[in-house]
């Protein structure tokens, strides 16, 4: 592991030629650094023109800013150095910048460094890198939002209602011979059974943040020559799949990413579901199959010669999901009893606008904002249950043994907190940081 005493520096710029390059400091040794390069006595945030140089040669002219810890992104002494974007010359900033024991950043370690400096939490670090990578306007919304701490206010809510329970339990461990009211630990119960069911409600919606994060997964299933190749380059604007009308075309699944509404989308075509004794075919349809299995939405393909019982994507298709009678110019094709359905022609365009704006509907419906911040990541699911558990465990103890309802609380405590790192971070830390770029 690092250590804060080192002074680090990094790109906080994209590699590569451009206008800018800047170059990002922190630590102790900030200051001597500076005052090395010809950019000492500098008035703490106001950007300096310098003219820097190493070894009697000059790097570059450069804007110089310099930012006092504890007020800065790291809450250590800081400063950014503002060069001409050419390799060069960030070549030679950061020869002089190791010359002057100034040693090159690990991934996400500014980031670390402001979270162990007491910057910001955990819940708020991770935000720091979901809104670097944000693509669209509600990954960059929600990024936001969890930044500015509404995710970390929500588990801190959960905390305290936790720490109240427990401080019923716990009165009467320590205290039998005082004068409590008996059975001071059963009127914990309230509390727990309205915590268990706010902690419910949020793993209820555990499911948005990673679809605004990560992508809703789209998939066109059906049976062989439906359409669904020909549907899917519609969709995308390009010629992203071969069309042929030869039957079992498609052999793997091919995977688009979009913008719709504002989300992002990936959108898969697949193999068409048949019996098959080809074996690069048959695999591809497992592919199929599995990964319709783990779609947000299935687009089942139909075309007009389909009855409602003999399309094999029947068995895949759940309640909300949408069906498309496509190749409408040939055709109706049979519509199956309680599925929203669509008709849709890729040759005449008729109904793409329409499966357009149905789609943006669901991914609003799906993906706005609900009373519980979004839970971003696998890693706040997984404490949600180990709360949720503990908490109802511990519920069910308060008639049996108080000593053991408070232990299962304070485990409930300890896997909320280790969301934020208010406790017990060591081991999470890596998995937390390693996904960040060099500079943050």
């Not at 003219?51 to 790291?74: C, I, W």
């Not at 405590?413 to 934020?420: C, F, H, K, S």
Request: aromatic letters at 4%; a negative charge.
């Amino acid at each position: 592991m690092s250590s804060n005493a080192d002074t680090i520096f990094a790109l906080a710029t994209p590699p590569g030629r451009g206008a800018i390059a800047i170059l990002r400091l922190s630590g102790p040794g900030v200051d001597a650094a500076l005052s090395a390069l010809g950019a000492g006595g500098l008035t703490p945030r106001l950007a300096a023109l310098r003219t820097l140089r190493h070894d009697g040669e000059t790097v570059d002219q450069a804007l110089v800013l310099r930012f006092p810890g504890p007020n800065s992104y790291t809450g250590e002494d800081s400063a950014e150095l503002h060069l001409h974007g050419g390799r060069a010359v960030v070549e030679a900033a950061s020869r002089a910048l190791i010359a002057l024991n100034v040693r090159p950043a690990e991934p996400g370690e500014f980031t670390r460094r402001a979270f162990q400096n007491g910057r910001m939490d955990l819940a708020q670090a991770e935000a720091v890198a979901d809104l670097i990578d944000a693509e669209t306007t509600a990954q960059k919304s929600q990024a936001l939002g969890q930044l500015d701490g509404a995710l970390s206010a929500a588990y801190a809510g959960f905390r305290r209602d936790l720490l109240k329970a427990l401080s019923l339990v716990e009165a009467e461990i320590d205290f039998p011979d005082e004068e409590v009211p008996d059975n001071l630990a059963r009127t914990a119960g309230p509390v727990l059974d309205q915590l268990a069911a706010d902690l419910r409600t949020a793993l209820a919606d555990s499911d948005r943040g990673r679809r605004v994060r990560e992508g809703y997964r789209i998939v066109l299933i059906g049976e062989t020559n439906a359409g669904k190749s020909s549907l899917f380059n519609a969709l995308t604007a390009r010629e992203a799949a071969i069309v042929t009308p030869i039957a079992g075309t498609t052999r793997d699944v091919l995977d688009a990413e979009l913008m719709i509404g504002g989300y992002a989308v990936t959108l898969s075509d697949t193999a068409g579901l048949r019996d098959s004794q080809d074996v690069v075919e048959a695999e591809g349809i497992r592919r199929a199959r599995l990964r319709a299995q783990e779609a947000d939405l299935r687009l089942w393909v139909r075309a007009p010669d389909k009855g409602q019982g003999d399309d094999p994507a029947a068995a895949f298709a759940q309640a909300e999901d949408l069906q498309i009678l496509n190749k409408a110019d040939l055709g109706a094709a049979t519509p199956v009893d309680g599925l929203e359905a669509l008709s849709v022609s890729t040759t005449t365009g008729e109904g793409l606008a329409d499966l357009h704006d149905w789609i943006a509907a669901r991914l609003a419906r799906d993906l706005s904002g609900a009373d519980f911040p979004a839970v971003t990541r696998e890693r706040h699911r997984r404490r949600l249950v180990e709360a949720l558990a503990a908490v109802e465990a511990g519920g069910r103890a308060l008639d049996l043994a108080p000593e053991m309802a408070g232990d299962d609380l304070r485990r409930a405590a300890d896997a909320l907190a280790r969301v934020t790192g208010a406790i017990g971070v060591e081991d999470i830390l890596g998995e937390v940081f390693s996904t960040f770029c060099i500079g943050k």
